[in-house]
């Protein structure tokens, strides 16, 4: 199955407030509350939404009423919309026809979305999004605006919708791009290297997003030199029509690799498996925090490197593993004398379901004689947390 490119402004949230347990009953539409909750540009808000009534499938609104109930003040403030069913159940499927209607009487949104419902960590999730800014034209949610929901139940796919893929390597056009990007959430402009980002250009997609279609993990080896303070690293995921997101919430996870010197490390993220449902999204993330955005401006920036990558197998460091330095071209900034700091506990992302420790480990060579070598070759094995 092909990755299907969404719209940029509309797509599957992943944010879920219930806290049902999972089940393998379907539920009954009777059963459904369709609620409407309004996020911020960091997708904050109380989440409190602006609720239907059970076995009502219909709800209608405005814009600035959701906006009341989630606590957004100005419309300035407003992401957008996270609209969802409590009471639907995993494998469940939600048809979603969501109108938004101006002040006078223009029609500036009507779409038909169909989700199936997944288990998040909090419970099932019947979220779709839609970003304040929409893909008519250049129009902007208003506080005036009419928004009408109706739910209906669909038709559950039959069987997996992809089979599950043999271990393989992922080939990589080369080792990334580092980049310094805001993270809203947390007030943080971090490191990280973009490994496909769908909304960024050529530079931050260095794989062939339709090779993770089927796995259950993704394993990277990469390289660190010019470490000066100690950091963590990990993958972050989006995938499955955004009903697959890991590792991109306020807090590191609890796999993830403490960087503390130069050296070559693999992590290895296990996965529901991907399917080529909607955006996908891949990054190599860290919690090294920076004044600024601009790369080219910050000092004690270390230099990450992508060496390889693979899916449903684990990576290991082996003996041929080099340090790769920046080159002649591409000169880091000298080291400043301020002492070293402790790692910053915060991570990138945009908001989602932390995923609990899953017992990733760095492979490293048994023998004396290689762990010899790779000391002298300047290669570090995984520090757990």
């Known amino acids: 199955m092909k990755f299907k490119k969404t719209l940029a402004c509309v797509a599957a949230a992943t944010l879920a407030v219930s806290s049902l347990a999972v089940t393998s009953f379907a539920s009954e539409p009777e059963e459904w509350t369709p ?46 919309l996270n609209i969802q069913v409590w009471g639907a159940d995993v494998d469940d499927v939600v048809v979603y026809t969501v109108t938004v209607t101006a002040a006078d009487g223009t029609v500036v949104l009507n ?8 288990q998040g960590t909090n419970g099932p999730d019947s979220a779709i999004q839609f970003s304040t800014e929409l893909c008519y034209g250049t129009y902007k949610f208003s506080e005036t605006d009419q928004i009408s929901v109706k739910v209906e139940k669909g038709e559950p796919t039959v069987g997996p919708s992809e089979e599950p893929v043999e271990p393989a390597d992922v080939a990589i056009k080369n080792g990334g791009t580092m980049s310094i990007e805001e993270n809203k959430e947390i007030g943080k402009n971090l490191l990280r290297i973009n490994i496909y980002n769908p909304w960024a250009g050529e530079e931050a997609q260095i794989v062939d997003p339709e090779v993770f279609v089927g796995a259950t993990s993704i394993s990277i080896k990469f390289s660190v030199s010019g470490v000066t303070e100690p950091f963590n690293a990990w993958l972050a995921l989006t995938s499955n029509n955004w009903g697959n997101v890991l590792n991109q919430g306020a807090e590191v996870p609890a796999d993830a690799i403490t960087i503390d010197k130069d050296g070559v490390y693999v992590y290895t993220l296990p996965t529901t498996a991907i399917t080529g449902e909607g955006d996908f999204f891949l990054a190599l993330y860290t919690d090294l925090a920076f004044e600024s955005t601009d790369i080219s401006k910050e000092a004690n920036v270390p230099y990450l490197q992508i060496l390889d990558m693979a899916v449903n197998t684990e990576l290991e460091v082996t003996e041929d593993d080099k340090v790769v330095t920046p080159p002649a071209d591409e000169p880091t900034k000298e080291p400043t004398k301020e002492p070293t700091k402790e790692p910053t506990p915060s991570s990138p992302g945009e908001p989602t379901d932390k995923v609990p420790d899953t017992g990733v480990t760095l492979a490293v060579v048994p023998a004396a004689l290689a762990a010899a070598a790779l000391a002298a070759a300047g290669i570090a094995t995984k520090k757990r947390k």
């Open 35 to 80: 609620v409407v909750y309004a996020f911020n540009g960091s997708w904050g808000g109380n989440w409190a939404g602006t609720q239907g009534t059970k076995g009502v499938l219909e709800l209608n609104t405005t814009v600035g009423d959701a906006m009341k109930a989630d606590g957004i003040a100005s419309i300035d403030e407003l992401g957008g």
């Open 111 to 118: 779409e038909t979305q169909e989700k199936t419902v997944t």
